[in-house]
């Protein structure tokens, strides 16, 4: 028996469930926390507090465990370090595989970093035996995840790009029918990665770390990117995949963000074809050079927020519209389904979970297709 994993935060921690849960050993509960927010730290404390409320041994792992200890200090859990994992791997309806960790740049208002450490990669050869082994027990489709995804290989020997472990991981596991892949950085998407959309069994999906769409926020926050470089990623990959989904994360009320940067960023939404939007208000981590910059008052923040939400929701429920009356693959996730393009669809009964399906969509209901 092994001990229970309470995840929290990114697609990475969900991969490394698996390998927690066997690594604590069996009568504790492990959270795995996150930290990109204040909210996420207080979710963390929330969950460790329901955690103790149960009996056995609580650890705390994760960013919020190092980058906000004092959080937890009045409370009977053990802070632990997260051990070093080589492509960590979880299933559940889908399988999950972090094949890079940490991160080697300097986002303003990011704490990841001082959270997770320096950048580091998973071997090709570790990769592919984690995907084959989902694979073998069942997994129909499989996400890489990472910190930063696209970072994947900088610090393996001839610094190989995120597009060859992609192509080794489609070719060396046939079996595997779909493969996703986690936030992209638009500055360093690479040129075999953007060809290898063309293959069917690459979900059409590509999620976007755009965070602003405004050039001097951008620089502000010590972006690699400018909404040009974006917008030029995005015609790209429509050009080798027409029907490409394209999602990104948005932060609104950055420091100096001015009323003409939010309507930039609303205006991204429209230019860069956005249909799956990830939107949160800036939340100021300690150590951040962000956290110095003159601020944005929080109820801005947050209306600016619920600007972007209701304009992306909006933009969501139009593209959704389109499929009504089409045949989609889903993979079962019980009572919903996930198609292709990440849209998620109520299946008309629920299915064993991983499954695969074929349904037809009759309804557009609260952002999802109804089967």
Not at 21 to 28: L, N, V
Not at 132 to 147: D, F, N, P, Y
Request: charged share 20%.
């Amino acid at each position: 028996m092994n001990a229970t994993v309470i995840t929290h935060g990114c697609r990475a921690n969900r991969a490394e469930a698996e390998a927690l849960a066997r690594w604590a050993g069996p009568g504790r509960t492990v959270i795995n926390s996150c930290a990109v927010t204040a909210g996420a730290v207080r979710d963390a404390r929330a969950a460790a507090k329901r955690a103790l409320g149960g009996g056995g041994e609580v650890w705390v792992t994760g960013c919020a465990a190092v980058v906000a200890p004092e959080r937890f200090s009045d409370l009977a859990v053990r802070l632990v370090a997260k051990p070093l994992l080589a492509a960590p791997a979880t299933l559940g309806a889908r399988g999950f595989v972090a094949v890079q960790d940490g991160c080697a740049h300097a986002c303003t208002f990011c704490v990841t970093r001082l959270a997770r450490g320096a950048a580091r990669s998973a071997p090709v050869e570790a990769v592919v035996e984690a995907v084959s082994a989902l694979v073998s027990r069942g997994a129909r489709e499989v996400v890489l995840t990472g910190v930063d995804l696209c970072g994947w290989g900088a610090d393996l020997p001839g610094a190989p790009r995120l597009g060859t472990l992609v192509e080794a991981v489609l070719a060396r596991v046939p079996a595997l029918p779909r493969l996703r892949l986690s936030t992209l950085d638009p500055a360093a998407v690479d040129d075999r990665l953007v060809a290898l959309f063309a293959e069917p069994r690459l979900m059409p999906h590509a999620h976007l770390s755009l965070q602003s769409g405004d050039d001097l926020v951008l620089k502000r926050m010590r972006r690699r990117h400018l909404l040009a470089d974006a917008r030029r990623l995005v015609a790209r990959l429509k050009t080798v995949r027409p029907d490409i989904a394209i999602g990104a994360d948005l932060i609104a009320g950055f420091p100096t963000e001015g009323e003409a940067a939010h309507r930039a960023s609303l205006a991204a939404l429209a230019a860069l074809d956005i249909v799956h939007a990830h939107v949160f208000p800036y939340s100021p981590r300690p150590g951040t050079a962000a956290a110095r910059m003159p601020q944005v008052p929080p109820a801005e923040a947050r209306r600016r927020a619920a600007e972007l939400r209701a304009a992306a929701s909006a933009r969501q429920q139009a593209w959704l519209a389109g499929f009504v009356g089409r045949t989609l693959e889903v993979v079962s996730e019980g009572a919903v389904g996930l198609a292709p393009h990440f849209a998620e669809v109520r299946l008309a009964a629920p299915l064993p979970r991983g499954a695969l399906a074929r349904v037809t969509v009759r309804a557009v209901s609260d952002g999802r297709l109804v089967a």
